[in-house]
Each structure stands twice: as C-alpha cells, then as structure tokens.
C-alpha cells in the first residue's frame, strides 16, 4: 500500500482539485481549507449565481468522505435535518432515523431562505459535533464540516441569520465575480461539459483529522497572540459597533490563524496570517451601530480600520 501523501502535498493536491472547476479564486479556495482544516465552518455569501454552490461540490468532491446537500426553503423542519424516531408498526417500538446531517461535509444551501428556528437545528451541530432529537444524544462523524451558502439579507425571500448562528462559523467568505480571462476560461472548459465531473478524491477523513490534529500544534508566539487580542479588544470599543468579538471569536481567529500557516507551508503563525484573516474571521461576528448602518458603513470596514491602528509585533 503506497505511504500517505505529506501534508503540503495533500493540501496542493487539494488546491489543484478545486482551481479545475473555480479558476482565479485561489484566494477564496485556501480560505475555505483554513475553515476545514481549521476545524470550523465557512459560510460563503454573495450574489446568485457567482459559484458558490459550484465551490462546496468541488471541495466535496475532492474530499473521499460523506457528503450531503441540503436545499434550505421556508418549509424546511428541524427534523428533517436532524432526522426523527420512527414508529414500526410490527412492534410497537420507535427507531431513530439519522438526518442528512450526519455526515461529514454537509453543503447546507442558500441557508438563510429558512426559518430561525430551521436555522437553530445546526447550532448544537456545528458547536459540539453531536445532535440532541427527544432528549437522546448522538455523535455526527469526524470530521464534520459545514459549508453554507447564501444571498445578501436583502434580497427577497431571505431572513437574516441570528447572531448566535453567525458565530459558529469560522469565516464568511465571497467569491465575487470572475476576471475576464478566468471568465473566458469557465466558457470554454464548459463547452461540452462540466469540470465537476473529473474532479477526483484526493482526501480521506483519516487525513483531514491528522491535519487538523497538525494545525492545532502550529506556534503561535506571544506577541502574535497579544495582537491578536489587541484588535479583538478593539472591536469591543469601537463606537461605530455595537458588539464586538466574543471570545469564541478571538479562539476562532486564533485557530484560524494557526490554519492558514499551515496552508502557508510554515510551522509557525506570523502578524500577517492574523492581518490577512481579520476581515474573514471577524466581520460576521461583530453588530454594527445603526447610525454606522445609515450611513454605509461595513462591518469589513471597521475592521479594516481597526486592524490598521494596531501596531503590528516584529
């Protein structure tokens, strides 16, 4: 049986997969690995029809593990995510029947077209890797990872995710439009028919927990961990927001952090891992106050300014 690939030859290997069917997004590619392999969940948000969706079957497709997809509609029920005890009528008896939840890649799409209460099924899931139906516990598989997608709050037919279910994503991400060039190239390789169809497994879960095991022993320095927590105090005095980071945020940013180094190549995480993820990990945690609101401001602008007025450890 041939060794298992190293970590960065998996990761490329990864990367390779996923740039066949999304060309030009490398940026937003090794930000959805940092919420996998960071041991989070990625919701990616941005206008219909961009390649969100496209995004999370490629990553799907090059993992070898479950996967399930789950179109969100105003009608959608908790159990028919969480799944429910059955009755067998030739016993008497009631057997549970596992929802699409358990597995290991759950593509939950065009999330926010749900109710709140739909939408509140996943926060035990994606807190705790484990699911509560009638009061019995049961275990999802490992790893479990949740990529959500979903349009602007504003447009029609929407609700906008509480701020509870925001936090238990480890980034909000875009994919944004195309180059030309990349653009051009999406027509053609799409001529007779579809990139995702050639993508192969490149990943097993075994794999995925060994490097997720790996980021968790990155280094991170003290004086990265204090700049750290110098723009998360920050968000928590900001005027212009009305609620800062948690500290659930500040671990997740710490994670983070810890996965993009490794996605770098490096044993180590530096101030521009923590720089480059500030937008990513914070933007969708923090409430922004309604006159920053009225007046067009962003929560990535914020952070943006906040991020800059830090002094950055040498």
Do not use: W
């Not at 933007?283 to 990535?300: D, I």
Request: charged share 20%; net charge negative; glycine share 6%.
């Amino acid at each position: 049986m041939a060794p298992p690939d190293s970590t960065p030859a998996t990761i490329d290997r990864l990367r390779t997969a996923m740039r066949g069917v999304l060309s030009g997004k490398d940026d937003v590619i090794d930000l959805l690995l940092v919420g996998l392999l960071g041991s989070g969940h990625v919701l990616v948000e941005d206008v219909p029809g961009v390649g969100k969706t496209t995004l999370a079957k490629a990553l799907a497709r090059a993992l070898a593990m479950t996967f399930t997809r789950v179109q969100f509609t105003p009608d959608l029920l908790p159990t028919d995510i969480l799944g429910s005890q059955v009755l067998n009528p030739k016993n008497g008896t009631f057997a549970f029947h596992k929802g699409p939840i358990f597995t290991n890649v759950l593509l939950a799409d065009e999330i926010n077209r749900a109710s709140p209460r739909t939408q509140s099924a996943l926060l035990e899931a994606m807190n705790e890797a484990q699911a509560t139906v009638d009061g019995v516990t049961h275990a999802l598989p490992s790893p479990f990872f949740v990529v959500a997608t979903q349009n602007p709050a504003d447009y029609q037919g929407t609700y906008p995710l509480p701020e509870a279910q925001l936090d238990r994503f480890l980034l909000r991400i875009g994919v944004g439009y195309p180059a030309p060039e990349a653009e051009l190239a999406m027509l053609l390789a799409r001529r007779t028919t579809d990139p995702l169809t050639s993508v192969e497994a490149v990943c097993d879960e075994k794999t995925v927990v060994r490097i997720q095991a790996e980021v968790r022993e990155v280094e991170v320095k003290d004086a990265v961990v204090r700049y750290l927590l110098e723009i998360v105090a920050r968000t928590r005095q900001a005027e212009q927001l009305e609620l800062g980071i948690s500290p659930r945020g500040a671990l997740s940013f710490y994670r983070a952090a810890q996965a993009r180094a490794l996605l770098q190549g490096r044993t180590y995480a530096s101030p521009d891992d923590v720089h480059a993820l500030a937008a990513p990990v914070l933007a969708h945690r923090v409430m922004l106050t309604q006159p920053a609101r009225y007046g067009g401001v962003t929560a990535e602008s914020v952070i943006g300014e906040l991020v800059g007025d830090v002094r950055v450890p040498t």
